[in-house]
């Protein structure tokens, strides 16, 4: 029999004003083997020309990353290694020329497979929103993720474009309980594949209460928390009942409902 009580500990991510710094694309702290593009145009103007304040040099390089022609779904990537809140991208055109993007998306992800598409409204319905370009454009609500991607939409002569992300660096020095004994995170934030027991809902999964009991024989079974918010989270403490309990289980996430990758180390899908 599958039942399970558990407790989530790690940070929430919270959409307050902050002083936003630059990321590295100026600075070099990010570095170029950490940008990849759908595309270049001239074997100097890849990802690593898209740096915000670039210049050109006759021959080296272009002042900018450049799309090529043909390519009709142009992106930018970042990898940031590591979780990152932007608040505010610094967009620029090719250096000395006329060519920049004008219309551009952004999407996110924690995995560089699956990217959510950045939306101000309800994630499931909402079309992806199109920034218009000026040179700083905040971002609100922010975008926490390790992986960012532009897509340019509309641009002037050629597809080209230098950019700074500003935010920071996130860490989690301070891991709290993110409330599921003390009821912080609410009944209706908690569900299950199945219930088998009008008593032991997903509800009652929480550390040192009932339990929830998803019943035997399915090996597909999940429990599943919305924190509402992002957050990131460290560690996970769970109990089983008195006679039942999970013995192995492995984690999936996801930022917007939907899309479930499973969490990974450097053996393949983590079993705990």
Request: charged share 20%; no cysteine; proline share 3%.
């Given at each position: 029999m599958c039942a399970l009580r558990v407790e989530v500990k790690g940070c929430e991510s919270k959409d307050i004003w902050f002083n936003p710094?630059?990321?590295?694309?100026?600075?070099?702290?990010?570095?170029?083997?950490q940008m990849k593009v759908s595309s270049s145009k001239f074997y100097t103007s890849g990802a690593d020309n898209g740096r915000k304040d670039l210049t050109a040099i006759p021959n080296v390089r272009h002042g900018g990353w450049i799309a090529a022609d043909h390519d009709s779904d142009p992106w930018f990537q970042v990898d940031f290694i590591v979780n990152v809140t932007v608040n505010m991208l610094y967009m620029q055109g090719l250096s000395g020329t006329n060519h920049s993007v004008t219309k551009y998306t952004i999407a996110s992800s924690d995995d560089g497979e699956t990217f959510s598409?950045?939306?101000?409204?309800?994630?499931?319905?909402?079309?992806?929103?199109?920034?218009?370009?000026?040179?700083?454009q905040d971002i609100f609500p922010h975008v926490f993720a390790r992986f960012i991607?532009?897509?340019?939409?509309e641009w002037n002569g050629s597809c080209a474009m230098r950019v700074e992300f500003y935010g920071r660096y996130k860490g989690c020095y301070t891991p709290e309980d993110l409330g599921m004994e003390n009821k912080k995170i609410l009944g209706n934030q908690l569900s299950a594949s199945r219930e088998t027991s009008a008593d032991q809902t997903a509800p009652c999964g929480r550390l040192n209460?009932?339990?929830?009991?998803?019943?035997?024989?399915?090996?597909?079974?999940?429990?599943?928390?919305?924190?509402?918010?992002?957050?990131?989270?460290?560690?996970?403490?769970?109990?089983?009942?008195?006679?039942?309990?999970?013995?192995?289980?492995?984690?999936?996430?996801?930022?917007?409902g939907i899309d479930f990758p499973e969490y990974v180390d450097v053996m393949g899908t983590k079993v705990w």
């Open positions: 710094v630059p990321l590295g694309m100026s600075s070099k702290l990010i570095l170029d083997s598409d950045y939306k101000t409204n309800n994630q499931q319905t909402a079309k992806p929103k199109v920034f218009s370009v000026i040179s700083w991607r532009i897509h340019p939409k209460g009932k339990g929830w009991q998803g019943g035997s024989g399915d090996f597909d079974m999940w429990y599943q928390v919305d924190f509402m918010k992002r957050a990131k989270v460290t560690a996970i403490k769970t109990q089983g009942g008195v006679s039942y309990y999970v013995k192995i289980f492995k984690l999936s996430y996801s930022n917007n």
